[in-house]
């Protein structure tokens, strides 16, 4: 569901990011007992239509960040987001504009191995397309664009792969959370994990090298 944008101050917005208890075109409903993880996700990172360039075809270069977030909150309709916009930023005019004529919309981001579907009262992973009452929505950033011809309209949240979402937070100058889990940090053990494989396919390599060296051998030797 796309949720609404009003402009309460100088270039200053208060966004409904995730609107609760609405079917979207997906079958996906948010609630208040959604876990957002607003206490890591203190100030989520503010983005033009979803790092998408106008007309929905294209990927920009490099995800535009349009303003800063100054304020989360929860509400009895859904997760609001107080926004100050940067006024050096063409996009960021555009949804001040569209914003104070009533046709600015927004959109959340999150992170796509940490978010949960609950299907038929069963927790899996998240997965666009997939009717079901989201369980775990990581609020990690917030798409704002101006509603206009050519524009992404459907439900249009995303779930980002961990790298491009730490991209963006870094380029947005924002301290990336560590999050625990199981008493654990997730973001550790997938760098744990990546080097574990990294140093297997490397063995893998030396000991291949090692079995045609020896096989280069043995064939001299006759």
């Known amino acids: 569901m796309i949720g609404a944008i ?28 959604t876990e957002y993880m607003l206490d890591a996700f203190s100030s989520p990172a503010i ?17 535009t960040i349009i303003g800063k977030a100054v304020g989360v909150e929860k509400r009895a309709d859904g997760i609001h987001v107080r926004v100050l916009l940067d006024k050096t930023l063409e996009w960021a005019r555009r949804v001040w504009e569209a914003a ?3 046709i600015a919309v927004a959109s959340s981001d999150s992170i796509a191995h940490l978010a949960r579907l609950e299907v038929n009262g069963k927790i899996i992973q998240y997965t666009k397309n997939t009717p079901g009452r989201v369980a775990v929505w990581p609020l990690a950033g917030v798409s704002l664009w101006d509603r206009a011809e050519g524009m992404f309209q459907p439900a249009s949240r995303y779930a980002l ?4 979402m730490k991209a963006i937070y870094r380029d947005a100058g924002l301290p990336f959370p560590e999050i625990k889990t199981n008493g654990g940090d997730v973001y550790a053990d997938e760098a744990t994990r990546r080097a574990r494989v990294k140093s297997l396919q490397e063995r893998a390599k030396k000991l291949l090298k090692q079995t045609k060296e020896i096989s280069h051998g043995q064939a001299e030797n006759y």
């Open 161 to 164: 792969a961990l790298p491009a």
């Open 6 to 33: 009003k402009a309460v101050g100088d270039w200053e917005l208060d966004v409904l990011a995730v609107p609760f208890n609405v079917v979207d075109s997906d079958g996906q409903i948010f609630d208040d007992s």
């Open 47 to 63: 983005l033009y239509h979803h790092g998408i360039e106008p007309g929905a075809k294209n990927l920009q270069k490099k995800p």
């Open 100 to 102: 104070k004529n009533g």
